[in-house]
């Protein structure tokens, strides 16, 4: 396969903020007789607002992004910044073929996709953009996707017997499984009542820590 370009995103500027955590609930609407498909799509239409809290999430999600928006390494002090031209490019994939790759390497590029990942989304404005389902329904909400990687590294972690502890075991169970676009999947997870933005922050800020800690020891 070609190598592929690297990945640049320009982040915005910054300012400040402070995350509160909220728990995660379903909340369904059932309808019946003739007005089950008008309720249905008043109720997709209209979901994204019961995850949506004001407050820390709101101002976590206005543009410019405030500085604690960054839960890993700020984009001016990443690998793959670039001062000249206030743009951070992707590092090339890690090579595990040749030789097992430094711990310093590890690191970089932990910090690289960690903060391109939270540069990609500090251009989403407002709440709504997190929250509104796609109108295809193939996918999730883009929080799920926001929190989804962290989750991830959880999980694999703790599979492979390197984590004992969950960090968010709620969140773990609903930001670890993405969609198959295929007719069969469970999408109702859509009309449901999804963390807050400032929990999946939150989320996110325990977890890097964590597997930087992990890659240093």
């Excluded at 951070?88 to 890690?94: F, K, Y």
């Excluded at 799920?144 to 968010?168: Q, S, T």
Aim: charged share 20%; with cysteine; aromatic share 10%.
């Amino acid at each position: 396969r070609a190598p592929q370009p690297p990945l640049s995103f320009m982040p915005p500027n910054m300012t400040t903020a402070a995350p509160a955590p909220a728990p995660i609930t379903t909340n369904k609407r059932a309808g019946a007789g003739g007005n089950d498909a008008a309720l249905a799509a008043l109720d997709a239409a209209e979901s994204w607002k019961r995850s949506a809290s004001g407050g820390a999430s709101a101002a976590l999600a206005e543009v410019p992004r405030p500085a604690k928006w960054w839960t890993g390494v700020q984009p001016e002090a990443c690998p793959g910044w670039e001062a000249g031209t206030a743009v951070l490019r992707s590092l090339p994939l890690i090579d595990y073929g040749a030789a097992a790759p430094s711990r310093e390497a590890l690191q970089a590029y932990l910090d690289n996709t960690w903060t391109l990942t939270e540069v990609l989304f500090s251009g989403m404005v407002g709440e709504e953009a997190f929250f509104v389902p796609p109108a295809h329904r193939l996918r999730h909400p883009l929080c799920f996707y926001y929190g989804h990687v962290a989750a991830l590294y959880v999980n694999k972690l703790r599979v492979a017997g390197a984590l004992a502890e969950p960090v968010d075991a709620a969140l773990e169970c609903t930001l670890e499984t993405g969609v198959d676009e295929m007719s069969w999947d469970d999408m109702s997870k859509n009309e449901a009542t999804w963390p807050t933005l400032e929990r999946i922050h939150e989320y996110r800020a325990k977890v890097y820590p964590l597997l930087k800690d992990f890659i240093a020891n």
